[in-house]
């Protein structure tokens, strides 16, 4: 009988430098309602259909954002452009500033659900979650997208190896 090795330490890790590998485009989720107000930078974003239009998102389960998204079912994703390197590393907590200080820093309006988007996105998915479940250490919420806002052809941020970076 084989021990299972999934488990250890040194197998998660190489599972985490296999993942960085994977250049993935960036993104801050935006939500706003009765639970408050909250902001996180993601790369775990993931179409599912376009018949509906459907996200997933992959977030991990200490993550502050986690019971504001689930009380407040509304949601923007903003899709970052490469010039908004600083609003991602405002919203993933690489900066000092609060989570309220990292709206103060950009220009947002909202869409039609009243959630907040960046202004200079590449695009705008506005949606509400219609289902959650958790897997390991994370929790999946799958949004149905009800409003969509393209815009320009700017290059797009992306992460990769651990590092921001500039997709054409």
């Given at each position: ?97 609060s989570p309220e200080e990292r709206f103060e820093y950009h220009i947002w ?60």
């Amino acid at each position: 009988m084989s021990s299972d090795h999934t488990h250890t330490p040194a197998f998660q890790q190489d599972f985490r430098h296999a993942m960085a590998s994977c250049a993935a485009g960036v993104h801050v989720i935006t939500t706003d309602g009765a639970a408050g107000r909250y902001g996180i930078t993601m790369t775990a974003v993931t179409s599912i259909t376009d018949e509906p239009p459907t996200v997933m998102l992959c977030i991990n389960r200490k993550a502050a954002i986690i019971p504001i998204l689930s009380a407040n079912r509304d949601l923007c994703i903003n899709v970052l452009s490469a010039s908004q390197q600083d609003v991602a590393e405002h919203f993933a907590g690489m900066t000092k500033l609060s989570p309220e200080e990292r709206f103060e820093y950009h220009i947002w309006h909202r869409g039609e659900n009243g959630q907040l988007q960046v202004e200079g996105a590449l695009a705008h998915l506005h949606g509400r979650i219609i289902a959650e479940h958790e897997v390991g250490t994370h929790k999946v919420f799958y949004v149905r997208i009800g409003e969509i806002k393209i815009h320009g052809a700017e290059p797009a941020l992306v992460y990769f190896r651990r590092r921001f970076c500039e997709l054409a």
